[in-house]
């Protein structure tokens, strides 16, 4: 008869390997003999969370606390538990508790950093992420605390942090990047030359290219942008970023080029499923459906049904309308998946599409346990609600208290709103470089434009959302807490923009159905 720790042992392994179900029953049997053993509890609660049973893998995180209270790995795992869940006040605790047990444990440093960062607690995630590179420095963690300096607009700080990034790794890429994304907005040569000067220095020059063709194309010089981004593109084939940039600049100037990059990697790797996925993505978004149909069965003839492959072709039959088709190819990405919520958020909206709407629920619930706050997942379940005629479904939208219009204020300096108007329109219009509408965004006859604007620092954009935050101010406080609801359960005490543009349709213009998937609250101003 094999011993505990033999047991304990195997259990671990197929854990490890992947082999979850043999995991469980081998846990089971170790509970036979150790009932109440703190590291049986902790394999068990992990294997238990990879399962998504999370509430039963809370349990055993706290069982194998009641075992032994101070466990500073348990007990940060538990917070990354409650934090996955959504629980994030309970999650701290956790965390703290951990560093309290053992000062020097990093992970739980960097995990409360970046659950800090994502709560946009920025003084909180600073003082963490630091935390843990005094314990031991490293790239990845050094990086976000970088991109924290960049969401807060410090400059100063992501300057001079980016230029000791670049002395502990002169040759990674990310401390000049970011060093010229700092400089970007008030010495845009200086961003310029730091990146040129970086080309020689780092081991993945295609970054460092494809950052000075995105510098190039945001100032309209887009020949320069152009060669810089097929100079990235010969250094690194797939780097899918700046494949979607060359051919957005090659779509939106109609050059007969579009999608030609894609084939000149594959030329160099014939079988990248990563290139071959991504092309068929973008000869769907420019329209050549067909095309796309053609490649990824050619990519499944030649690689095999990965599931983002069988994804991938499942989701274009369903947009050609044939779900039958579609149907087998979305199930076999999910089996092999099944943890990927963009697959069921698909699946669930082809069973919604064929007419069986109940059939649903247990699909969502699944997306729900994977992230509780995903607003896709949360359009899904108000739209089965509504078939359902479950009362739910008016609790959910509630349309009488979260629908507001509003008259912005006007504006310091002016008589009128519609002088305001008037105003911002004639400098949102030279914004609007392209002539065609973008690759990847729901607008249908128009055109967006390009980054985030407002954080544009034309006094005209400024006033707008200065005007744009009393509005919002006022409808936050029209709103109560509820711990209950998806929505009113994550009011907090402060708000930042996630994400801002100015779109201009032309006749018969509109935006096709969507979901935004970042930010709490979505609004729209109608300028002209």
Known sequence: ????????????????????????????????????????????????????????????????????KKQPVVLSNLANLLRTMGRFGEANEFYLTAIEVAPTFRDAW?????????????????????????????????????????????????????????????????????????????????AQMVLESAVSKVENRGQIEYELGLLHYDTDSLDIAERYLLSALEASPELMDAHRSLNELYFQTENNRFLQSYSDA???????????????????SGGHLDQAVATLKGAIKQIGHTPYLSHGLGSLMARKGELEEALPLIDKALDQNPTNLRFILDRASLDIRMGHAEKCQSLISRALIIQPYNQETWAYQGIIWRLQKNDKYKWLYNYDKFLKSYELPVPNGFKSISEFMAELSDYLATLHVSTKQPLDQSVVQGTQTMGVLLEDPNPLVVAFKSALKQCVDHYLSTLSPDKEHPFLSRMADGYDFSGSWSVRLKNSGHHSNHVHPFGWLSCCSYIS
């Open 266 to 284: 594959l030329a160099k790797m014939p079988s990248s499923e990563i290139l071959l996925h991504n092309m068929a993505a973008s000869e769907a």
């Open 110 to 190: 960097v995990n409360r950093g970046l659950m800090a960062k994502d709560m946009k607690d920025w003084n909180e995630a600073e003082n963490c992420l630091n935390q843990a590179l005094k314990l031991q420095k490293e790239p990845g963690v050094f990086s976000a605390l970088l991109q924290l300096h960049l969401e807060t607009g410090n400059n100063e700080r992501l300057i001079s942090q980016s230029v000791a990034f670049q002395d502990e790794y002169p040759s990674l890429s990310e401390g000049y990047i970011y060093q010229a994304k700092g400089l970007k907005q008030d010495n845009n040569r200086g």
């Open 1 to 68: 008869m094999a011993t505990s720790q033999e047991i304990f042992k195997q259990a671990l392994s197929s854990f490890q390997a992947g082999r979850l179900d043999d995991a469980t029953a081998e846990i089971e049997d170790l509970f036979k003999l150790m009932p109440e053993n703190a590291d049986a509890f902790h394999l068990a609660a992990l294997i238990e969370k990879s399962k998504l049973n999370y509430s039963k893998s809370e349990q055993y995180f706290r069982r194998s606390l009641e075992c032994s």
